[in-house]
């Protein structure tokens, strides 16, 4: 299998993990009241888990080690927290109530990215990342879906929209390959921006989310998720 094909079909399994977690979601009728509160928090700080995991195992440690240690690894990673900031408020997610929804976009387009230009490097960690990937849109699909439901859309018109999503998975992870394949430094520059990006993200709009008193189910949650996303690092050999 080419590399090519590989990344196209690693980046369109990871997107199809959106649409699947708000199929999953669409099962409104499943002990709802337990649905909407135990389970809906237990989902979005598993997902927070399974983003803390993936920057703390594969993004900042790789990103990292493609700068070759250089100091610019702090300012990049703080520059990234700061344009997520900075893009949530252009956009005005408080407003639109949908963090879930455009933190799942904003954090799968520079980690595809990053994906296609590892496999371009020939990283041993691509496959990795492209699973936690996968694991972290499956959670952040259903919490997208209940959002968008919640503001008065369709079931169709709400699982169309998070299968057009799929799309973005692809075309990143090619632009990734095509683009970065001889530039590991900015390959290791974007790792670390969206890392600071996924930070930024965990702990405005998830962790937040994730809280229900006198509830253990969500920090929970937020730990299975992170030791899932180590554990899969173990079993790569690392």
């Keep these: 299998m ?24 669409s099962i409104e009728r499943f002990r709802p009241h337990w649905l ?44 990234g927290g700061l344009a997520f900031f900075a893009i949530e408020r252009v956009l005005g997610l408080r407003r639109r109530e949908a963090p879930q929804l455009m933190g799942m976009i904003l954090d799968f387009m520079p980690e595809a990215v990053a994906l296609g230009g590892m496999m371009a490097s020939e990283s041993p960690i691509a496959p990795l990342l492209a699973l936690l990937i996968g694991l972290q849109n499956l959670p952040e699909g259903f919490n997208a879906y209940r959002e968008l439901r919640d503001q008065g859309r369709t079931r169709r018109t709400t699982l169309a929209t998070m299968s057009a999503l799929v799309a973005v998975g692809p075309a990143s992870g090619v632009t990734g390959y095509l683009v970065l394949s001889d530039h590991p430094s900015v390959l290791g520059g974007i790792m670390l921006f969206a890392s600071g990006g996924i930070l930024y993200l965990i702990f405005q709009d998830i962790a937040p989310q994730s809280r229900l008193d006198r509830h253990w189910g969500p920090p929970l949650g937020a730990v299975l998720g992170f030791c899932l996303a180590l554990f899969s690092r173990m079993l790569a050999g690392g």
């Design 2 to 25: 080419s590399p090519l094909v590989e990344i196209l079909l690693l980046t369109t399994l990871a997107g199809a993990c959106i649409p699947l977690g708000g199929l999953l979601a």
């Design 36 to 79: 909407e509160r135990e389970f809906r928090h237990f989902v979005i700080a598993f997902g927070g888990g399974i983003l803390l995991g993936a920057l703390a195992v594969v993004l900042v440690p790789e990103g990292k080690a493609l700068l070759e240690g250089s100091l610019w690894t702090i300012p990049i990673i703080l520059a």
